[in-house]
């Protein structure tokens, strides 16, 4: 049995889920051996020896009844009823399978096979201590047993054991060193460990033994990517589904490589056909990938919902949970990869920092790497108490969540890089919100809120996601007022720009441009004399294909000036360099608008239809500044064009930026951490009550309001 990666826009650095049917094997020497005591009579005998050969023959359903009729006259031959556990395995039974193969055992537990074939049932059940104790036994019934010691290390991987995972491997491969699989499961446990360029010498191994092996190529593209590399990490997916074209969710990641360096060959159709794959119901992508190509809610929904059914089923039971009693403060738990410097606790140190000790007791549960900074040093300070869950199962998390008595889990990861939706699926608290890290739907039935605000998502769009929308005042997004930006001045010639020429500037991500977009912008610059284009280096790649794209428009490349990434207080202090921020669409700056607004710089956005399209306008309303804000790329060519040759306008624009951004709530992390403790205690005392989750609005007052009529007749 070998594992994948799932093919995600991060690719996670663990195997998450079994691919196709588990390496089941039956004892070799059954048909060869001599009779022993109490064999078959010749006619049971021939019938035995028909199930096996339609068995070896692809017919498991048919060898199954055949070995079920030898159980019927002899219920305790083992050789029937180990193989008819694989075979039941084989059909999807997996209940069935493990009680066949644990009555084989109880008559006779010297057979390693038996062992190494339960094992694989249990860990496709989720049942990893047991499965790795059938593994242990099979090693230990014969030591060069190569095929148990890679499984027994898919095991200890799922358990989040992943160095001795990588013993388990490297002691397969010394019994069989010629075993692609091992070698590809050897590079899962080095990617886990954070060791692409390892990962990707044990994929090459792997390849060289199987040139087909469409796992390998997957997941050897998960490790170019690490190592940034993401030419090759594409060139690596698409030969995958070369291999595999029906690949579950690999298209999207593919997809959203290339957009990574800005590869836009193809990509009308290729975006045609994401659209019509999610349409259908397709495995195509993962959730991430879609909201920065298609502007649409509703595809947005079916696209995270056919992720999340296929990778996260539910694990706990909704009434899992034992009625709360009623007490102050909730005990509100936060789940995240990024306690450190990292943008969404750039964005929320200070509402963690503000929460009311009398209304909130806050954990934090980590799962990301090991941390310390300025960031971590503040999250410390701010949690009633920190669990580093790195090394943990989802259900083992969720289980310490329920035995301290959490009321409230927030995911502030969604389907972002490192995410871990399982722990939701298996259940941390009666009531879990998704907040901040993700822009959109989870669209699973374990996460009953969604904290939003009515610009990211119009009342009328509610039925586009699968949670209960929770709107704050002015805007979702926390932010940390207490930020500085560096205080030395950098001049323009030190950032590499022209000293009087107009600066657009757009610090998003490479892979939210899109050619129409980047089109635009280059009729800016010709219409603007002298103007430059001052982007984030995302990779030599993107800007190398970005610079050809300009002179494809008619502009020199060299108006094109690309910021490499520095730290945050830098960050902020650049941007003092800027005239005019221009946002991308569909997918907008989050965090990297409230840095520019933050900043003093005025930012120009498109607002589209779903959530990650209406952040900057979120943003500008929360300010006071919805000239800043168009609904088509006309418009917004326009309005840039016209602050572009108005100073006088633009210097307005900046004045009062200026002024609002330190009055605003938008900048006060004190106040949404009110608004937050608002929400919670609506949502916890909905949970004493015994009622479902409803949508509601906090008020600025401190106060909220449900917003449909039933939820206020059932309160």
Known sequence: MHRVLPASWNGPTRPWWISGAAVLHSRTSILSRKPSKGALPPALQARYREAVALHQSGHPARASALYAEVLAVRPRHFDSLHLRGVAALQLGDTERGIQWLQAAIKI???????????????????????????????????????????????ALLDLRRVSAALDSYDRALACKADYADAWYNRGNALLDLGRPADALASFDRALALDARHSQAWCNRGKALADLQTLVPAAESYQRALELRPGYPFLFGTWLHTRM??????????????????????????PPFPVLALLDSPALQRQAAARYAQAR????????????????????VAYYSADFREHATTHLLLEALESHSDARVQCYGFGFGPAAEDAASARLAAAFHRFIDVNTMTDQQVAALSRELG???????????????????????????????????????DYHDYLIADTVVVPPAQRGHYSEQLV????????????????????????????????VFCCFNNSYKILPETFACWMRLLQAVEGSVLWLLEDSKDASARLCEAALGHGVEPQRLVFAPRVGAA?????????????????????????DALWAGLPLLTVMGEAFAGRVAASLL???????????????YEQ?????????????????????????????????????????????????????????????????????DAQAVADE
């Open 108 to 154: 006779d537990g010297s057979v390693g096979p038996a062992h190494f074939n339960l094992g694989n049932a249990l860990l496709a059940a989720g049942q990893l201590e047991p499965a790795l104790a059938c593994f242990d036994r099979a090693v230990a019934l014969k030591p060069d047993y190569a095929q148990a010691w890679s499984n027994r290390g898919n």
């Open 260 to 285: 990574k360096v800005c590869d836009w060959s193809g990509l009308t159709a290729d975006t045609a056909r994401l659209q019509q794959g999610i349409a259908a119901g397709e495995a195509i992508a």
């Open 471 to 502: 709107y704050l005042p002015g805007c979702y997004q926390a932010n940390d007022s207490r930020r500085a930006p560096a205080v030395e001045p950098v001049s323009r010639a030190a950032l590499g720009l022209p000293e009087r020429a107009f």
């Open 639 to 707: 309005r840039a064009r016209a602050l572009a040759t108005d100073p006088a306008a633009l210097a307005s624009l900046r004045e009062r930026l200026a002024e609002q951004r330190l009055s605003s709530p938008l900048f006060d992390g004190r106040a949404m951490a009110r608004n937050l403790e608002t929400a919670y205690a609506a949502m916890h005392q909905r949970r004493l009550s015994g009622l479902p989750p409803a949508a509601l609005a906090v008020e600025a007052d401190g106060s909220y309001r449900l917003l």
């Open 570 to 594: 830098e960050h902020l202090a650049r941007h003092r360099a800027a005239d005019l921020f221009l946002d991308t669409w569909p997918c907008n700056a989050h965090t990297t608008a409230s």
């Open 312 to 331: 996260y089923p539910r694990a706990a039971a909704p009434d899992a949970f034992p009625a709360s009693a009623p007490a102050a403060p909730i005990k």
């Open 406 to 444: 959490v009321d409230i889990a927030v995911d502030l990861k969604g389907y972002t890089r490192d995410s871990r939706p399982g722990l939701f699926a298996a259940g941390c608290a009666p009531v879990q919100v998704s907040y901040l890290g993700y822009p959109g739907t989870m669209a699973t």
């Open 621 to 635: 309303h929360a300010l006071g500044l919805p000239e800043l804000i168009v609904t088509t790329e006309h418009a």
